[in-house]
DNA sequence: TCCATGGTAGAACGATCGTTCTCCTCGATC
DNA sequence: GATCGAGGAGAACGATCGTTCTACCATGGA
């Protein structure tokens, strides 16, 4: 059987994100990436025009994949106030996870330099993609201001990531909790 | 007049300083430090082994630098309260300041996946004094528990640097100033 | 049967990396 | 005045980078 011309692709796509999410973009090596998943250097420059135009591939996957992951998790919450809560229980059981680095979007915001780089705008969009399902959940609050509400819990989100990725502190995501806890409260009075 | 040994050590450092906060320390290249700084090769080698070790010696400065400007920022709030608030302020003037990219320490993190390598280790002991930071001024409020605020605190900053660095939001001082205000109101109950 | 296609293996290219080296200059100290 | 150490300019080393190339293999449709 002839495998599909999209397998070999896809399995670019899948080893060259691991190793781009464990190691970062500049540390994974085309040579690394040929090894580790077993497909050559053609193959690899059929797909892509240059590692450039791979990672972006990868990001690109990534975000859609993440966010998708992310709604459904906490969707699992049945009110919008459960659901806003899950965020935060959601991000606990993803940082204890086995393999986790942080997210992908921040990191590469680490490491690459200009902020007009093509993967720095796929970061920046994935978070504008964040702040947009946050913004879906408080509208369904009876609060006045659900955007400046998405917005503050959005640095919540992020700064329990963040804290998560440098210190290695996962309770972080509890302490992130407690506090949207209070700023639901505050938005139901 | 002979330069003081010193002078030059301090100038690898300066520039090093700059070039590995604006672009990374993968892409701060020994050439371009040589060709930036007016340094030769040979005398930043007789100051640092390595360049890893170079770029350990940048860090550890800039924890130092950036802590004591911090503090001394803040700590013209009178009260605890006013500290605490005024942490927020000053992260806005940061964010808004020509040449910000945001925390040197997350972008380490970024870059660097290796969670055990020395400049991880340096980052995550600068939050634990930023961490420490917000613990002094916690404690001097009345409330239960100053440490678990201090967490707390620490998210919403962690959470307003990173939206500034991936997003460009710096707005994000705001929404964390307006969240840090709840949470000191609702202590001082 | 032939041939286009998608694949692997691996050599090879030029560029750049961190690092070391040689050769030269200058200024302070004995 | 001789000596020594710090520093500058730049060549050079081996390793590795992203990328391209040649050679060969397997498959499926005309």
Redesign the interface.
């Known amino acids: 059987m002839k495998k599909a011309p999209a397998d070999t692709r896809e399995k670019i796509l899948a080893t060259a994100d691991q190793l781009i999410y ?3 973009i ?2 994974t090596s085309m040579d690394l990436l040929v090894k580790t998943s077993g497909v050559s250097r053609k193959s690899i420059y059929r797909y892509f025009i240059t590692k450039d135009d791979m990672a972006e591939a990868v990001l690109k996957v990534r975000d859609i994949r993440w966010m998708y992951w992310f709604r459904t998790e906490c969707d699992k919450g049945g009110t919008p106030q459960d659901r806003i809560l899950n965020m935060f229980t959601v991000l606990k059981g993803w940082f204890e996870s086995e393999g986790f ?2 997210c992908a ?9 200009d ?1 007009d780089d093509p993967v720095r705008q796929i ?2 969009l994935h ?2 993609k964040l702040l947009d399902y946050i913004f879906e959940l408080t509208e369904q609050l009876s609060t006045e201001q659900p955007f ?1 509400l998405a ?2 819990l ?10 998560a ?4 502190d996962y ?2 995501a509890g ?2 909790r ?2 949207a806890q ?2 639901l409260k ?1 938005a139901s009075r």
């Open positions: 464990q190691n970062g500049y540390a680095r942080g979007f921040i990191n590469t915001a680490g490491e690459v330099g902020p970061a920046k978070k504008k400046l917005k503050q959005l640095v919540l989100v992020e700064g329990a990531i963040t804290m990725r440098v210190m290695g309770s972080a302490s992130a407690e506090v209070l700023l505050q």
